[in-house]
């Protein structure tokens, strides 16, 4: 047999190995989620970063090296969003009859994410380009990172941040709705999309797909809004 | 399946060149989605053709979040100096965001009288 040191460096080089640890570790935490009954604590995307970290450490790969093969995956977040037109398509008679409420909900939606993460991480001292890196969290990372970028935070942190409340939203959003008693899979999925873009969208399709719809929806008018209401809201409340 | 990806890639290619070319502060891959979509009321066929496989990626809309996930932990030191303060601000937001916006939503539908009974969550949904 040759020496598995060989193999091992011939496998750290490609991407076949850390695209198929992808791969794996989401349909692990997809297995976890259906076994617990679709708890929404168990979201497949925190426990498949939290096998992929664990593995990166135990094996010493860097982040850069994982990209590589990972990166196939990383790819499909654009055609997955353009991909977001047929519910839309599909929802629209429902969709126009709810135009006012969702232009309501939208507005507060977003601010109060922005105007919120301000104030309270301003409360706690935080100032200058980290409070600049946390405006646009809600937004889609693409555009959270070009909004940050324009009003002085820190690109890297942004994508950071903006991960976190996505997963963060997607895990609370189905306790904290229950609890409020809101059943209108419309309001769950649009404030969802608005709060915590893709990942919340992703959860909201899990549940429901009208509320999936919404939540695509969501987030697509929140990257517009929260362009504007950024750097406005930073130069109010950004101490 | 593969004429399905080739009409998504498409969408997402006119839309990064439109988002470029004029400008927009919305991403390529958003001005495709409305592209599609607009695509889709001019042409039903367009919609019934990208159904299937569409829809399948769809249920895994999740995955494609890993590897930018994973990137947190590579980025970990960002986030220790202000972990504490950072940790707050998104729960208390993402938290007050999405009760403000679900609760606006649904007050707003009840006095403009577009409630949707058919978009009800019942009793056993998750």
Redesign the interface.
Known sequence: MRDPLLIWSYLAQGPLLWLTA??V??LA??ACFRTTG?QSWA????I??IL??LL?WLTGT??AT??EG??F??F???????????????N?P?VR??A???L???I???V???V???L??RA???SGP?LAS?AP??T????AI?IAERIGG?P??T???V???????AI???P??NA?N???????G???G???H??G???A????E?A?AFS?I?M?LN??LT?IIAPLALRLFGG | MISTLAIILSFQLIGEIASRALALPLPGPVVGLILLVLTCILRPSVAAHIRGTTLGLLQHLSLFFVPAGVGIVAHGDLLREDGMALALALIGSTVLAIAVGAWVFAAVARWTGSTDPEAQKGPNDA
């Not at chain 1, 055609?79 to 519910?87: G, S």
């Not at chain 1, 889609?140 to 555009?143: K, L, M, R, S, Y």
């Not at chain 1, 399709?205 to 429901?208: I, L, M, T, Y």
């Open positions: 992808t791969l570790a989401y935490g997809d679709r979201n497949p995307v925190l498949a970063v992929l970290a990166l860097d982040y994982y990209f990972a990166q995956v990383h499909m977040l654009g055609p997955a969003t353009v991909a977001l037109a047929l519910p839309l398509y599909d629209l429902r009859k709810a006012l409420p969702m309501a909900a939208l507060a939606g977003s109060t994410a922005v919120s993460a301000l309270i991480a706690f001292g935080i980290v946390l969290k809600s889609t990372a693409p555009v070009g820190q890297t942190l994508a950071a941040l991960l976190l409340t996505g997963i963060f939203g609370i959003v189905t904290l709705l409020l809101i059943r209108d899979w419309r309001a769950r649009f404030s969802v608005v709060a915590a893709g990942i969208t992703a959860r399709f899990q549940v429901n009208t999936g695509g969501g697509g990257a517009v362009a």
